[in-house]
C-alpha cells in the first residue's frame, strides 16, 4: 500500500507539502504542485490514513484564548467577537481564564501549545513586568516555531499582529469631558498600575488636563481592581481625601457602576453634585441610573479582527489594526455650575 512518502517522492514535494495538499489546506500552493500531488495520489491509488487525518484536524481547528477573566463584561463583548468569527471559520474556542496572574498566562500558553491550537489570541492588556514579558516572548516564539499564529489585543511588547485600542486617546476624551466643562477638582479612579491599558488611559487623562491648564494631583488618583468593587473603595478614599470633589474619572465602567453606588449611599447627587465618566461603553453604562457618560470601544469588533487575524496566515510584517474611540454623553455628566 502506498504511503504519503511514496507520493511525495512521485510528486517531487516534501511530505509536508504533499498532506496539506491531499488534506484541503487553504495554505496557497500553485495550480501545477497541485496537480502533480493529485497525479501522484492517483497513479498509486493512496488512501489517505483517516485516522491520522482526524487527529491531525482536531489538534488545529482548536483557537485558544487567553483572557483576564471572561465573567467580567469588557472580556464577555470581547470574546463576543473572537467566537463569532472562529464559528464561521468552524473553530473550536478554548477560553482560559488568567485572572490577571502573569505566571498562569504563561502556563496557559504552554497548555494551549501541548494542545497544538491553530492559533492563540491574548486578549488582556500587557503588563509593566520585564521579567514575565521576555518569558511569555520565548514560550510564543517556540509556540510560533510550530505553526501555531498570534495575535493580541492591546498594547504588549510582543511581536505579530495586535489590535490596538486607542487608550490614550480615550482617556484624552474623557479629560475633556470635565475639564473642559469648567471642573477643577477631579478624582480619578485608575486601574491596577502594572497594567498597560491603565497607563495609557491615565496618560490621556493627563494630557487632557495639560491642555486645559489643569493639574491632577497624586493624590486624587486611586489605583484599584478594575471591577465594580474596586471602584466602589477607590471613590471612598478620594472622597475621604478631597470632599468637594465635582468630578471622578473612572478608567473602565465596572469601577464607575461602584462609584455610582458610593455616591448614592452617600446622597450626593450625579451630576448635580459631581460628574462620572466611565470608559468602554459596556451594555451596562446605559442602564445604570443616571444613564453612565463614557467613552466607547467597539468591543465585539476588536475581540472579530483580533481572530480574524489569527486566523489569516498571511506572511509579512505584523499587522496592527487601530481601533478606534468615541465620547458618549449621557445623562451623568453635566458643566460645572458655580
Known amino acids: 500500500m502506498a504511503t504519503l512518502a511514496d507520493v511525495a517522492r512521485r510528486a517531487g514535494v516534501s511530505p509536508a507539502t504533499a498532506s496539506r495538499i491531499i488534506s484541503g489546506s ?36 482548536a483557537v485558544g484564548v487567553i483572557v483576564h477573566d471572561v465573567s467580567d463584561p469588557y472580556f464577555a463583548e470581547i470574546t463576543r467577537g473572537l467566537q463569532q468569527v472562529a464559528t464561521a471559520n468552524g473553530r473550536l474556542v478554548i477560553i482560559c481564564n488568567s485572572y490577571r496572574d502573569p505566571a498562569r498566562e504563561l502556563e496557559y500558553v504552554e497548555l494551549l501549545r501541548a494542545q497544538q491550537v491553530a492559533a492563540i489570541v491574548l486578549a488582556g492588556s500587557g503588563y509593566h513586568d520585564p521579567a514575565f514579558t521576555k518569558a511569555l516572548k520565548g514560550k510564543l516564539a517556540a509556540y510560533t516555531r510550530t505553526g501555531g499564529r498570534v495575535s493580541v489585543i492591546g498594547r ?48 490621556g487623562l493627563r494630557r487632557a488636563a495639560r491642555s486645559h491648564s489643569r493639574t491632577l494631583p497624586a493624590k486624587r488618583v486611586v489605583y ?19 470632599p468637594d470633589l465635582t468630578a471622578i474619572v473612572a478608567l473602565n465602567d465596572s469601577m464607575a457602576v461602584g462609584a455610582l453606588s458610593v455616591l448614592r449611599e452617600r446622597g450626593i447627587a450625579v451630576p448635580e453634585q459631581v460628574s462620572i465618566v466611565g470608559f468602554d461603553d459596556m451594555p451596562i453604562a446605559r442602564d445604570v441610573t443616571p444613564a453612565l457618560t463614557t467613552v466607547r470601544l467597539p468591543l465585539t469588533d476588536m475581540g472579530a479582527r483580533a481572530m480574524a487575524l489569527a486566523l489569516d496566515d498571511t506572511e509579512g510584517a505584523p499587522r496592527i489594526e487601530p481601533a478606534a474611540v468615541t465620547l458618549v454623553r449621557r445623562a451623568s455628566t453635566q458643566p460645572l455650575t458655580s
Open 26 to 61: 487553504t495554505k496557497l500552493v500553485t495550480e501545477e504542485l497541485r496537480a502533480r500531488v493529485l497525479r501522484a495520489v492517483d497513479e498509486l491509488q493512496y488512501v489517505p490514513n483517516a485516522h491520522a487525518q482526524l487527529l491531525a484536524r482536531a489538534q488545529r481547528t
Open 156 to 203: 504588549h511588547e510582543l511581536p505579530g499582529d495586535a489590535v490596538m485600542p486607542a487608550n490614550e486617546e480615550g482617556g484624552y476624551l474623557a479629560g475633556v469631558e470635565v475639564f473642559g466643562s469648567g471642573h477643577r477638582k477631579v478624582g480619578v479612579i485608575a486601574g491596577p498600575k502594572v497594567l498597560t491599558t491603565t497607563t495609557d488611559r491615565l496618560a
Open 224 to 242: 484599584a481592581a478594575f471591577d465594580r468593587d474596586g471602584g466602589a473603595a477607590a471613590t471612598a478614599q478620594l472622597l475621604a481625601e478631597t
